[in-house]
T-cell receptor, first 113, second 114 residues
Framework: AQSVSQHNHHVILSEAASLELGCNYS??????LFWYVQYPGQHLQLLLK??????LVKGIKGFEAEFIKSKFSFNLRKPSVQWSDTAEYFC???????????FGTGTKLQVIP | DVKVTQSSRYLVKRTGEKVFLECVQD?????MFWYRQDPGLGLRLIYF???????EKGDIPEGYSVSREKKERFSLILESASTNQTSMYLC?????????????FGQGTRLTVV
């Protein structure tokens, strides 16, 4: 069965600091990878996705992620965070014929002004 | 604008009650999912369905059942609600044949069982 690990549960950064959130998955076949964001009181929204091609993908609001197949990783990055990036971030994977979505446990990001 | 709509934002139910959570999507997606979201545990899959009347157990199906009589509607049923089912419940959908398409989520139903 596929699984997703997010090792950072709670991250606190000052504004303008750089961000990197780790995500590792376990699945030997072809995967599609996603990062979702949940702002306080709002529903889950897609930040970015990877399904093929360039392993460096860019998403909304200045976020990017790099797929490293050899490391089974899909880390999320942002060069300079803003207070408005305070949210919970979830890494997710789909694979197999049914495109079932498996999520990591999430990382709460708190950005201090 | 694509939409996944959950019938209630907040619900309070008593222990032992039968509870129905409803979800409707307007994107003609084959797949629909029910997750529960708990602090520190992320989103855990309860059940999913890839077609009308078809269902598959997820990671935590105990105490839940589902119904999919129409393509656009997926219901989660708590046969006899218990306090450990107090949680945020999220419905999602995605297309079965488009692996480059993400899942779309409803706004969630916060269920409290007292």
């Amino acid at each position: 069965a596929q699984s997703v690990s997010q090792h950072n549960h709670h991250v606190i950064l000052s504004e303008a600091a750089s961000l990197e959130l780790g995500c590792n998955y376990s699945y030997g076949g072809t995967v599609n990878l996603f990062w979702y964001v949940q702002y306080p009181g709002q529903h889950l929204q897609l930040l970015l996705k990877y399904f093929s091609g360039d392993p460096l993908v860019k998403g909304i609001k200045g976020f990017e992620a790099e797929f490293i197949k050899s490391k089974f990783s899909f880390n999320l990055r942002k060069p300079s965070v803003q207070w408005s990036d305070t949210a919970e971030y979830f890494c997710a994977v789909t694979s197999g014929g049914y495109q079932k979505v498996t999520f990591g446990t999430g990382t709460k990001l708190q950005v201090i002004p | 604008d694509v939409k996944v709509t959950q019938s209630s934002r907040y619900l309070v139910k008593r222990t032992g009650e039968k509870v129905f959570l409803e979800c409707v999507q307007d994107m003609d997606h084959e797949n629909m999912f029910w997750y529960r979201q708990d602090p520190g545990l992320g989103l855990r899959l309860i059940y999913f369905s890839y077609d009308v009347k078809m269902k598959e157990k997820g990671d935590i199906p105990e105490g839940y059942s589902v119904s999919r009589e129409k393509k656009e509607r997926f219901s989660l049923i708590l046969e006899s609600a218990s306090t450990n089912q107090t949680s945020m419940y999220l419905c999602a959908s995605n297309p079965l044949d488009r692996r480059d398409t993400e899942a779309f989520f409803g706004q969630g139903t916060r269920l409290t069982v007292v």
